[in-house]
């Protein structure tokens, strides 16, 4: 039960930098990549520089188990049992680094056993699917900010632990709680450092998930790219694994291709 789609998807070019980095003034050519992670904090955004220039880099596959048009939601977890997520998601614009306001930012991922809703049984473990939990999407405000909650993924066969992302802008919100139209402008993947996913692991229920766990670095598609293939910046929000985490990332995405 691998990611097999073929990447990348659409012809956007995105770039990722580390929290809110790429938000910020004076992002120089050649320096992005060495700059330190920041904590996308919701605060209003500094007007970007006139000669900002972004790291682009590639999208990532979408994998089998996206469900179109998710629930317009902040929290998707729907009282699914695991240790507590939050994220604060940045998209900006890849020329000038300026926020994007009302992009809608979509997630999807897999329960602390490895089961995506809609597709519960496909990694071995049995239990209820309403086809709708950990799957959700909320729009960014005029600082470009997208903040979800739910639980820290669990992982399938053959892949590290990981959080689907879609970007659309122009999107219409629909009376039922979902979204219509618009442009897909990004499709990615979220990825945690080793040492948290190892420390989660042995939390209830994360540690009855009976199929063996893919490191980071023997995963596939994330390649060992670092903030530019979606490593996200992860802060602890207590002194044990089971007070949770809050992962933060700028997505800057080309807005006129």
Known sequence: MTDSSPAPIGRRRVLIAGSA??????????????????????????????????????????????LDHALVRADVGEDKPGVPLQLALTVVDRDTCAPLNKALVEIWYCDALGEYSGFVGNNGHQEPDNGTFL???????????????????????GRCVHIHVKVHTGVTLTADGSFTGGNEIHTGQLFFDEKITQAVAKVSPYSTNTVPRTPLSSDGIYGNGGTAAGLMAVTALGSTPSAGYRGTLTLGIDSDA
Do not use: F, S
């Open 21 to 66: 980095a790429a938000a910020a003034i004076g992002v120089g050519a050649g320096t992005a990549a060495a700059r330190p992670e920041t904590t996308a904090t919701g605060a209003t955004a500094p007007a970007p520089a006139a000669n900002a220039i972004c790291t682009l880099t590639k999208q990532l596959t979408e994998g089998p188990y996206y």
């Open 135 to 157: 799957r959700g999407g909320v729009l960014t405000g005029t600082d470009g900010v997208a903040k979800l909650t739910g639980i820290y993924p669990g992982w399938y066969r």
